[in-house]
């Protein structure tokens, strides 16, 4: 049984960092393009960053400069280390690949 499992989330002040991990059992992992997402109350669930099987990354516009995502294969873990944080940056952070989810971990920012 695919489980993905997301840790790491909390609160922090505007300006602050946060490293989210999200660690899959069940799984080949390395083979898999990997996913953060997240969602705002109220809003839609969005893409956030991607890491593809080779290590290249994709990141949406408004986290560009800000957030890494990274992996590491051995662990089954891939990793979002979010840098200058925004207010609106709060929101649950879920990993994904293909159709599978974790549960998400809470971010908060605010001072």
């Known amino acids: 049984q695919v489980q993905l499992v997301e840790s790491g989330g909390g609160l922090v002040q505007p300006g602050g960092s946060l490293r989210v991990s999200c660690a899959a059992s069940?799984?080949?992992?390395?083979?898999?393009?990997m996913n953060w997402y997240r969602q705002a109350p109220g809003k839609q669930r969005e893409l956030v960053a991607t890491i593809f099987p080779n290590g290249n990354t994709n990141y949406a516009d408004f986290v560009k400069g800000r957030f890494t995502i990274s992996r590491d294969n051995a662990k089954k873990t891939v990793y979002l280390q979010m840098n200058s944080l925004k207010p609106e940056d709060t929101a649950v952070y879920y990993c994904n690949f293909i159709r599978n989810w974790g549960k998400g971990t809470l971010v908060t920012v605010s001072s």
């Open positions: 069940g799984t080949i992992f390395n083979i898999y393009i």
